[in-house]
């Protein structure tokens, strides 16, 4: 919309957040070269999160092919999750992938729960638990079960109530990071290289998302938080 010099004009928006937290993000009204710059630097930041992601997923994905060991494919899984999330967050797949039908682009919020269902299936595989550590394998079942049948059941009602995820939200979120970070002790115990630079990744990751929620119950820059996020998912990555 167009402001003249000295108008007025009452406008009406509702906001709703990718998950159930109570504080307001500050809104703010820039003129439009103003607003060009801003999008630009974040659509540029974005695609080269982005590209990181997606080059690592294809590049396991040929990896998966050579081999077939299912680690590869859990990592792909676990890639493509978190590459979604963020494209839900930022509207993209909204605004130009479903631009018609941008409902459908809401469903895909659950991918922050499907990204730990593949964690938890690579750190099987990549410990080797089923084989070496039987009580980890165990309980590392019964978290990716317990997971699964979470996101399954809100992935379900969403049809009836878009708004399901935010029942669970960045509590779960929180949540799962406190496992991982139990986890990330048990494998530092694990007399193994490979799999303690695996527990630094993981354990990146968690201080990262820890970050971001805490830092958004105190009101700090929602910006910051989605790139303290994202440096937690690349951290982890690479």
């Known amino acids: 919309f167009t402001l003249e010099s000295n108008q007025t004009k009452s406008i009406y928006v509702k906001i709703q957040y990718l998950f159930n ?19 630009t ?21 040929f990896l998966y092919i050579s081999t077939r060991e299912k680690s590869y494919l859990y990592y792909i899984g676990y890639v493509f999750s978190f590459a979604m999330l963020m494209l839900y967050a930022f509207q993209y797949l ?5 631009p018609e039908n941008p409902e459908i682009g809401s469903y895909f919020g659950i991918s922050v729960l499907v990204a730990f269902i593949f964690y938890f299936l690579l750190l099987r595989e990549f410990i080797d638990s089923r084989n ?23 992935f379900i009602i969403q049809f009836f109530y878009i708004e399901s995820l935010a029942l669970v939200g960045m509590q779960y979120v929180f949540l799962n990071a406190l496992i991982l970070l139990v986890y990330v002790v048990i494998i530092f115990k694990i007399d193994n290289r490979t799999s303690k630079i695996f527990a630094i990744g993981t354990l990146v990751l968690v201080l990262f ?3 971001a929620i805490i830092g958004t119950y ?6 910051i938080l989605i790139l303290l996020f994202e440096l937690g998912i690349v951290g982890q990555v690479f």
């Open 21 to 39: 937290i109570p504080v307001v993000s500050p809104i703010s009204i820039s003129d439009t070269l103003s607003y060009i710059r801003q999008t």
């Open 41 to 61: 630097i974040e659509n540029f930041i974005q695609g080269i999160f982005q590209g990181l992601l997606w080059l690592m997923l294809f590049y396991n994905l």
């Open 94 to 98: 909204q605004d130009f992938i479903f």
């Open 132 to 154: 070496k550590h039987p009580r980890i394998d165990k309980s590392l079942k019964i978290i990716i079960a317990i997971n699964t049948i979470v996101s399954t059941i809100i």
């Open 209 to 211: 998302i820890t970050l």
């Open 218 to 223: 105190m009101g700090a820059d929602p910006d």
